[in-house]
């Protein structure tokens, strides 16, 4: 198995994670009523936890795989949602 | 039927393509509030469950909207009785939205998370187990305490390296810390469109002094962080 699949998948949950945060969680609100709770949302919960379980994972793939390689303070830079 | 809102235009910019379609496969259309014009759609009528398709529907209609400008992107879930309905409680705040519309103008959102990767950012093991003594229930909340408060310190140390790094390119910032259910905290900025290269570069060389963080962005979004007026 090659390291690009795991890559674009974890890339994928990342930027959905962060699509649903945008979302669900800000943007201007002009009822008082929206129809779902925000502060406690499952969904959010649910994209973070497969965020969270993502990056563990790829910690887990690095220590195991490629021992000595550096990930503290990386930056990943993202696809924009929609981008190809 | 009821009036689904995705985003606010400056009346000046570009209507909605006659393709674009929104949550539960409306066609969007605008509806004009003096300066302003309104993305909407129809929905049927009652609650408006979240789901990941149609967050991304919303969205979808956002980023149509921020390839014609900037919106004013709404929170997911806004459904009005009437075209009607939306118009009155938009004016009764038409001048702060104006402001607000204005001041995001040319600008798009960046957003970096930050993420542990050490055990400070790790998932505290339960609490109470079967046959666990009260001394060791003791020591796992004093853990679970001390591995938050280390996350707590690198994150704000993170945010301090990426604001430091990116604050000439950047109009407003917004920290979403973690919270102790989800160990990721959040940093929006507000970036001109044209600065987006040079914001990325900026952060492909933070120093982050070899803390156990990694950090992620993406973007461009619409506003989304930005969105309320100042002061609320």
């Avoid at chain 2, 400056?10 to 309104?38: F, T």
Wanted: proline content about 6%; glycine content about 10%.
């Amino acid at each position: 198995m090659t390291d690009q699949p795991h890559d674009d998948e974890l890339e994928d949950e990342l930027v959905l994670g962060d699509l649903l945060n945008h979302v669900l969680n800000k943007g201007v609100v002009i009822t008082g009523d929206v129809t779902i709770s925000i502060a406690d949302i499952d969904l959010i919960r649910v994209g973070l936890s497969v965020l969270l379980s993502s990056v563990e994972t790829e910690e887990r793939k690095l220590r195991a795989g490629t021992p000595g390689e550096e990930r503290n303070g990386d930056v990943s830079v993202l696809p924009a949602p929609g981008e190809p | 039927m009821a009036t689904y809102l995705y985003c606010l235009l400056p009346v000046s910019h570009e209507p909605p393509p006659a393709a674009l379609h929104g949550v539960d496969g409306g066609p969007v259309r605008a509806v004009n509030v003096g300066a302003m014009q309104l993305w909407v759609s129809d929905v049927e009528r009652g609650a408006l469950a979240p789901s990941i398709e149609r967050a991304r529907a919303h969205d979808q209609v956002v980023r149509c909207g921020l390839e014609r400008g900037t919106p004013l992107p709404a929170r997911f879930g806004q459904a009005f009785d009437s075209d009607a309905a939306l118009v009155a409680r938009v004016r009764s705040r038409e001048a702060e939205l104006r402001r607000t519309m204005e001041r995001v103008q040319g600008m798009v959102e960046m957003t970096v998370r930050i993420l542990s990767t050490g055990e400070a950012g790790a998932t505290a093991a339960p609490l109470r187990q079967p046959g666990m003594s009260g001394r060791e229930y003791l020591s796992r909340i004093a853990e679970r305490e001390r591995t938050w408060g280390a996350w707590v310190e690198i994150a704000e140390r993170a945010r301090a390296c990426v604001s430091e790094a990116v604050r000439s390119l950047v109009e407003a910032e917004a920290f979403a810390g973690p919270t102790r259910r989800a160990r990721v905290a959040a940093i929006s900025h507000l970036v001109h469109r044209g600065n987006i290269a040079q914001y990325r570069g900026a952060l492909s060389s933070v120093g982050l002094g070899g803390a156990a963080v990694m950090l992620t962005v993406s973007g461009p979004w619409a506003p989304y962080s930005f969105a309320e007026p100042l002061g609320v």
